[in-house]
Structures are given as C-alpha cells and as structure tokens.
C-alpha cells in the first residue's frame, strides 16, 4: 500500500507529543503505553479519528505500545454489534500505516508481548505487520474483579463509604457550582458497616438505586467531581462481557483510572472535557497506594466538523429513526459511512494529522476532510468518462457505421498508470449543462456555431439544435475537424473548452449515487432540532452513461469521473460487471462556491 501520509513525512508535533518526549528525555517511562478506550455504546467516528491517530501515532513514533480497550462498564448501552464495529474500523483506519513508518514488513517481526492480564497485547507493530490481522481489544469488563478489590481497599482505608441516598437526593445534597453540597448522612459510616454493605450490595440483596459506593473527598470542592462522586452504583441488568456475573458497575471515574494503571498505561489522553475529571482521577490512584508508577491523564480540544453532528447519541437517533440506511450510510460521519462512501483510510490520516492537536477547542471545516480525500485520490485514482446528464450529439460529418479507438491517460499525475483505449463513434452523449443555446461571454463550452475540444478526441462545432414540437432540445448536429484527431489544433487555433462525452453506440450504463451534505447548516446543533436543517437533497440516484471500461470496476474499486469527481463502486451493492457508483467528492468544492456567491 502506498501510504504518503506517513513514512514521507516527519513525526507530528503538538503538546501532548512534546510532553511525552520529555518523559522519555527524563527517563520517565522505557516504554509508551498509550489506549485508545471507546464505550461499545455506538459506531465510531471521525472524531474518534482524531483520537486514534494521536494515541497509535504516540505509540509508533517510539515503538510503544497502544491498547484498544472497550470502556464496557454501563450494560445497559453496551452491545455485541459495537464491539465488533469498533474492532473491525480501528483495523481499517490503522492498517497499512504502522508497516510503513517502521518498515516492519522487511524485518517481518512480530513482536508480541504479554500484559498484566496475561493477554497478548493489542500491540501496534505486531498487528501492524501481519495482514490480515485481527485485533484483540482489552474489556474493561475483564477488571471487574480487581475493580471490586480496589473499591474495598478504598472502604477499608476510610476513603469510600456506602451510601444510602437515592439519585435524586445524592443529585441534591451535590450542590451546584456556585454552592457548597451537603455532607450525606451516611458520610461517616463506619468502614467495617460500608465494607458489609458493599458484599451485599455485589451479592444483589438490594434493588437498583438503594445504595451506591461514594469515595469520601470533599462535598465543599468548588469542584463539583470532587463532592463525594458515586464510585458503584446497583444495576440489575445483562452485560454483553460478563452476562449476569455482577449487579454493580463501577462509574466512569473510577473504572477508568484503574483500568489505565492496570494495563500499565504511561499517557492517557482524552478530551477536553475530562478536564475537571483529572484531580478525581489522581485522587483515586494515589488513595489506592499502588506499587508502579501512576498513569498520567492529558487531555485536547475534541474534532467538531461543519454540516456534521458527532455525539453518538444523535447519530443513533439518525440511525433508529431511519434518516439514513444504518451505520455505514455513505452520509455518516462513522468510519463506516466515510468507508462505505470510498474515503481511503489514509486521507483520514491525512487529515488528523493536518489539524493537529491543540487545547483551544473549534470547529473544523468538512471542506479540509474532503480536500485530504481529493488529494489522496488524484494521485491514486484511474481517470474514467462517464455522463450523469447526457445530451445527444450527432457528428453529422463522422462516417456512418464507422468507429475508431482514441488513445486516452489513465491518470495525467501517474505516468506508470499508463493508457486505455476508449471508442469513438458518430454519435455521442456530452452533459447538458456544456451546451447553452444563449450562452454568456465567457461560456466556452459548446454553444451554436461555437467550438469545443472533446478530450482525447476531436474539436468540434456545433452546426444545428433539433427541437421537438414544444421546443425541448433533442439533439445537436456538430461536425467534426478531422486535422484535429487527440485534441491537437495543427493550425495553432485557440480553444479555450474541453469536455468529456461518450460513445452512445458503445457506452454502458450504471445507477451512480449522488450524495451530498447531511445538513444544510453550518452547524447543526446551534438552534434548535438538529432534525429541522437535514438535506433533504443528499441523495439523488441517476442513471450514467460511461465508456464501456467501467464496467469493469470491482466492488470497491475508485475512479475519477473526468470532470465530474472520485465515484466507488459500492462494495456491497455492487456485482462483478455491474457496478454501482457512489459520488465520494466533487472534484471542487461546490459548497464553498455557493456560499462565496
Ligand atoms: P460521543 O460524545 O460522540 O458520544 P464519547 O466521547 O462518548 O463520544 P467514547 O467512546 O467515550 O465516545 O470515546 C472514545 C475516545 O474517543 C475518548 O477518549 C474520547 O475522548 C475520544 N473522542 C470522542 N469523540 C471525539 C472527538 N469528537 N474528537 C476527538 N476525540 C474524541
Ligand atoms: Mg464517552
């Protein structure tokens, strides 16, 4: 896999890489151990992007390591399909990049390691140089046992209590920002009753929201995490992981700081707002007196994109309310969709590492993500012809009957790309829109009595406009200069267009999708229901004329569509021989166009 992104160019820096280099300049850490730790609780994505691009990039760069962790500890969000969507995107977005950078693939190594858990580790160098790998995350789910170990050591050390208050009162006694909270009554239960509620609470003798574990800080903090957060709580429910193996679940807070000490992770890095999580979470550690040395949590300014919503929760109503097809509809912003919709994984790439990482939070123009997408596909994709809205032409001075094969660049940036041989006949199809009977000064494209240049074909003039009875446009009669064969103009004569056409006595057709933004505003989720500015014009179906090359393009194959953008051919819809094209990217940016205008 050709892979510019990466082994061309240098190591990114940002703040978050500038303090790991300074640990490991210190003598801090011998090895980095990042994660990257989604909550199986929907599909991942481009935000999750960033993240994983951060973490596995941090881990390359110095030959760490870094685990894909499933953050699995609320059963009631939690499923099965999430697990496995996650799985199989962090393999997509991160294949063909690790190799790259350390040119694993000559050495061949599989460098596997074991972790504390006795699991082999997610180990980027090792998946990264064995194709067709598979991915094992960690479970956070798995250290529920140790999860419960460490909750009674904080019982028994007076930091933690059992809680008798309902959610509402706990809610209440919390106070707000601007006001101290009010000690629990339960606050100075004895550590031998908290430790014998707490058995019982894991043995399921109460019913869900009777009790919670609450670690013992300070309800006055003027930070509000630090007002006693609830450590456990009841939840009688199914887990995907662990089944019907426990009643309470630990809560974020705690879960996850001890999880990030247990695989043995240097940097935790998260976003922005965990900010005000981080005291809670040295809190935690340093009260539990571990013996290694104490992850250290860092956080950035999260991925927001123009005309996109990114909370999990509004692309799960999108899903459920059947907005879009599922998931992987080529509008969503999931990994799965920007797949489905023929984004290379390496544009992704591309593109996390252009907006870098910072603190200041922002939002990020989708134009970039496309652009990134545009650039990774000049240089990769072959060049096609193909109409989206054809127009007849007939070359009244071309030879009846005859035809000929014109010589045509698979892709004018690639010389290797070589070239095919596209047919030309007497009658041909070009886009409406290049033809205006009325045309304004600077049209250049095919008008009455105008001259066009057909790419890798002929110049033509258009001689007559047949109509129909109502005057609707049927047909043009062009004739064509012979002289001109390949678009050459031997007497030096100026032709400012060129358009692309195809042989109507040779072409084939193909469903080609044209997709579009999901949202019409800027920013979805600033006034009102996110709902209210969906694009109802995001998805037009219509019927191409090509030249008889594509259909041949595989399921899952790309082409640019010469003048007209990068089109997939749909991996799951389409058929060998019969293609179904998606449009990826236009080959400008039409919407910055429209705004500018
Ligand atoms: P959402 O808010 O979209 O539901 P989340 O933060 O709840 O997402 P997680 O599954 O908990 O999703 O996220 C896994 C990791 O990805 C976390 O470390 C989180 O900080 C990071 N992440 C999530 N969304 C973004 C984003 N938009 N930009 C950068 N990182 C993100
Ligand atoms: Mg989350």
């Known amino acids: 896999m050709s892979d510019a992104d990466t082994h061309?160019?240098?190591?990114?820096?940002?703040?978050?890489?500038?303090?790991?280099?300074?640990?490991?300049?210190?003598?801090?850490?011998?090895?980095?151990?990042?994660?990257?730790?989604?909550?199986?609780?929907?599909?991942?994505?481009?935000?999750?992007?960033?993240?994983?691009?951060?973490?596995?990039?941090?881990?390359?760069?110095?030959?760490?390591?870094?685990?894909?962790?499933?953050?699995?500890?609320?059963p009631t969000k939690e499923e099965v399909e999430y697990v496995e969507s996650i799985q199989h995107d962090v393999n997509w977005l991160t294949a063909g990049w690790a190799e790259d950078r350390l040119g694993l693939k000559s050495k061949g190594a599989l460098p596997v390691s074991q972790s504390v858990q006795g699991r082999p580790d997610f180990h980027i160098e090792a998946i990264a140089a064995a194709p067709g790998r598979t991915l094992e995350p960690f479970y956070a789910s798995d250290y529920f046992p140790q999860f419960y170990d460490y909750a009674i050591g904080l019982i028994r050390r007076g930091s933690a209590y059992v809680c008798d208050l309902s959610p509402a009162d706990t809610d209440a006694y919390r106070g707000a920002p601007d006001r101290p909270g009010r000690n629990s009554p339960f606050r100075d239960r004895s550590p031998e009753e908290s430790l014998d509620l707490f058995q019982r609470m894991k043995a399921g003798e109460f019913p869900d929201g009777a009790r919670t574990l609450r670690a013992r800080i300070d309800m006055a903090s003027p930070n509000v995490w630090l007002r006693d957060p609830v450590l456990y709580r009841i939840r009688h429910a199914e887990h995907h992981h662990t089944g019907n193996a426990w009643c309470i679940y630990p809560m974020y807070d705690f879960a996850h700081c001890v999880s990030d000490y247990i695989e043995g992770i240097t940097h935790s890095i998260c976003t922005l707002e965990f900010e005000v999580h981080r005291p809670l979470y040295d809190w935690i550690l340093n009260k539990l007196e571990l013996p290694r040395p104490l992850p250290h949590q860092y956080e950035f300014a999260r991925l927001n994109l123009t005309y996109t919503v990114m909370s999990k929760r509004k692309l799960l109503q999108l899903v459920k309310e059947r907005r879009v097809s599922g998931w992987d509809d080529p509008r969503m912003p999931t990994l799965a969709g920007l797949r489905r919709r023929g984004y290379p994984a390496s544009a992704l790439r591309q593109f996390c590492r252009g907006i870098g990482v910072t603190k200041y939070s922002g939002t990020t123009d989708v134009?970039?993500?496309?652009?990134?997408?545009?650039?990774?596909?000049?240089?990769?994709?072959?060049?096609?012809?193909?109409?989206?809205?054809?127009?007849?032409?007939?070359?009244?001075?071309?030879?009846?009957?005859?035809?000929?094969?014109?010589?045509?660049?698979?892709?004018?940036?690639?010389?290797?790309?070589?070239?095919r041989h596209v047919p030309f006949s007497r009658r041909l199809y070009i886009e409406r829109e290049d033809f205006l009977e009325n045309p304004p000064k600077k049209f250049f494209r095919l008008a009455p009595g105008q001259e066009v240049r057909l790419r890798y074909g002929y110049i033509i003039r258009c001689d007559r406009?047949?109509?129909?009875?109502?005057?609707?446009?049927?047909?043009?009669?062009?004739?064509?200069?012979?002289?001109?064969?390949?678009?050459?103009?031997?007497?030096?004569?100026?032709?400012?267009?060129?358009?692309?056409?195809?042989?109507?006595?040779?072409?084939?057709?193909?469903?080609?999708?044209?997709?579009?933004?999901?949202?019409?505003?800027?920013?979805?989720?600033?006034?009102?229901?996110?709902?209210?500015?969906l694009n109802s014009d995001s998805l037009q179906t219509v019927s191409a004329h090509m030249e008889p090359a594509l259909a041949d393009t595989p399921p899952g194959g790309r082409v640019q569509f010469e003048r007209l953008g990068y089109f997939f051919a749909d991996p799951v819809d389409s058929r060998p021989g019969a293609p179904v094209f998606h449009r990826i990217v236009g080959l400008r940016d039409s919407w910055a166009k429209t705004a500018a205008s």
């Open 8 to 74: 061309t160019q240098p190591a990114p820096r940002d703040f978050i890489r500038d303090i790991v280099l300074e640990d490991l300049r210190a003598g801090r850490h011998s090895r980095i151990v990042t994660r990257f730790p989604p909550e199986p609780n929907g599909y991942l994505h481009i935000g999750h992007a960033k993240s994983i691009c951060l973490n596995f990039g941090i881990a390359v760069e110095h030959a760490g390591i870094c685990h894909l962790r499933m953050d699995d500890t609320n």
């Open 367 to 419: 134009g970039l993500l496309e652009n990134c997408v545009r650039q990774e596909l000049n240089r990769t994709a072959p060049r096609r012809s193909a109409v989206l809205n054809p127009l007849e032409v007939i070359l009244d001075t071309y030879p009846e009957g005859e035809g000929e094969m014109l010589d045509a660049l698979n892709n004018p940036e690639d010389s290797a790309a070589g070239t």
């Open 465 to 533: 406009v047949e109509k129909d009875a109502e005057g609707n446009l049927l047909r043009l009669h062009c004739s064509h200069d012979p002289a001109t064969r390949g678009g050459n103009t031997p007497d030096g004569r100026k032709i400012k267009g060129t358009i692309h056409w195809v042989s109507a006595d040779h072409c084939v057709c193909a469903p080609v999708r044209l997709y579009d933004r999901l949202f019409t505003r800027e920013n979805p989720e600033e006034a009102g229901d996110f709902l209210d500015c």
